[in-house]
């Protein structure tokens, strides 16, 4: 792959050169669909689209179930990088989103899980659907089989800083027999989002708040998937399993949005003459928080830990991400990991895993969701909780650790 490739759009079921490109870190030049296009293009579809033939629900997921075992094991040909296998697949995502070969097997095995999942209650549905997806995980390409298996036209508009998984999955369509006139590959410029929106009948978009900003992004038919600033709450008194917070919080990368990044310590309820208890009760939860450390210091960055394996970073993202976090743990904070924010391994770059200790809630690293692991642990009290709680998509109680009988936890 070079950076004279060029990676194309899709639309009216060929594919198209487009005259404005941008490189994707680590892969080819990526055309890009200007906003007159989107709107040309969309007008054409609804014309033609009486006239195109979509096969059955069980031929649907006939299909899609063999594009997506051709998507994990297969050779797929992918429009202006040839033919690519599955080793040639994991090696692409590791030179352009930092992806360990564990992480694109897994990934890829999830997918077929959801798939599924989607096919018990993905109802039938028409007219065309937009699918905007993120970088920082390939599995937000079940929002394409979601589409697709409903019967409507399916839109992607990739990441452009990773298009080619999803140019992968349009592949394993095409070879597949999956009818190219219901499919579209439109990357595009954040600013060209609220025309594709516009567009279309309905938009499953994932990111954050912010990304489908624009006169559309009321759109009743606006599914955004944003942040899910998951968290876990510690019962007060409780002994938690070090293991199992801190693979809450590390694995997949750190990437999924159901990944911890807040641990609540719930204390209990203070007293004048329970300051002494409360004193304990704190010294406990910090040493809680520090086997959690502890944990996450241990796993390998490279090689990859077998457990839990991490992602790389282009250096600039990576010393750019480890600011963003330097620069806003300010007082009230600090550090509760040994290793540096920023690891340089084996010629890749790493951000380790990493738990910060706050003071209260309202510090401004509690609910930041950033893709890679970190959490923020913070004790407080239920309503404390109860704020953190309401900005979380994801709640998930901890898993207690299992005490000896006659041992006081």
């Given at each position: 792959m070079t950076g004279e490739t060029v990676l194309p759009l899709l639309r009216a079921g060929r594919w198209y050169r487009s005259m404005d490109t941008v490189p994707v870190p680590g892969g080819p030049l990526l055309s890009l669909a200007p906003e007159i296009m989107v709107r040309d293009d969309g007008a054409r579809l609804r014309k033609r689209r009486a006239a195109t033939a979509v096969p059955s629900r069980a031929r649907r997921l006939e299909l899609l179930r063999e594009a997506v075992a051709l998507f994990r094991h297969g050779r797929v040909?992918?429009?202006?990088?040839?033919?690519?296998?599955?080793?040639?697949?994991?090696?692409?995502?590791?030179?352009?989103?930092?992806?360990?070969?564990?992480?694109?097997?897994?990934?890829?095995?999830?997918?077929?899980?959801?798939?599924?999942?989607?096919?018990a209650d993905t109802p039938d549905s028409e007219g065309l659907t937009l699918v905007s997806l993120p970088a920082n995980t390939f599995t937000c390409l079940e929002g394409v089989l979601e589409a697709a298996l409903s019967g409507a036209a399916v839109w992607i508009r990739p990441s452009r800083r990773e298009p080619l998984s999803s140019a992968r999955l349009v592949g394993a369509l095409l070879s597949v027999g999956w009818p190219?006139?219901?499919?579209?590959?439109?990357?595009?410029?954040?600013?060209t989002l609220p025309a594709l929106i516009r567009a279309t009948d309905r938009q499953i978009v994932y990111g954050g708040d912010?990304?489908?900003?624009?006169p559309a992004a009321g759109a009743p038919s606006l599914d955004l998937r944003g942040p899910g600033r998951a968290c876990v709450v510690v019962d007060a008194g409780k002994p938690v399993d070090p293991e199992d917070l801190a693979a809450?919080?590390?694995?997949?990368?750190?990437?999924?949005?159901?990944?911890a990044c807040t641990v609540v310590f719930l204390r209990e309820a203070e007293t004048p003459?329970?300051?002494?208890?409360?004193r304990e009760?704190?010294?406990?939860?910090?040493?809680?928080?520090?086997?959690?450390?502890?944990?996450?210091?241990?796993?390998s960055l490279d090689p990859p830990d077998p457990?839990?394996?991490?992602?790389?970073?282009?250096?600039?993202?990576?010393?750019?991400?480890?600011?963003?976090?330097s620069d806003r743990l300010g007082p009230g904070g600090r550090v509760l990991t040994r290793r540096p924010l920023l690891v340089r391994s084996g010629g890749a770059t790493f951000l380790a895993p990493t738990l910060v200790h706050v003071e209260d809630v309202g510090h401004p690293l509690v609910g930041c969701e950033l893709p890679f692991p970190l959490a923020v642990a913070v004790s407080t009290d239920?309503?404390?909780?109860?704020?953190?709680?309401?900005?979380?998509?994801?709640?998930?109680?901890?898993r207690f650790a299992t005490v000896p009988e006659g041992v006081s936890s």
């Open positions: 040909p992918v429009e202006s990088l040839g033919v690519q296998d599955a080793d040639g697949f994991a090696e692409a995502m590791r030179a352009t989103a930092g992806l360990p070969p564990a992480l694109v097997r897994r990934w890829s095995g999830m997918l077929a899980e959801r798939l599924e999942e989607l096919a190219p006139g219901t499919l579209g590959y439109y990357p595009s410029a954040p600013r912010g990304l489908a900003a624009g809450r919080i590390a694995r997949d990368a750190g990437r999924f949005c159901t990944c003459r329970e300051n002494e208890t409360s009760a704190h010294a406990t939860r910090e040493a809680d928080a520090r086997r959690v450390a502890e944990v996450l210091d241990g796993i457990r839990w394996p991490q992602a790389s970073w282009a250096e600039a993202d990576a010393a750019r991400m480890a600011a963003f976090v239920e309503a404390g909780a109860r704020g953190v709680a309401a900005g979380s998509r994801f709640v998930h109680p901890a």
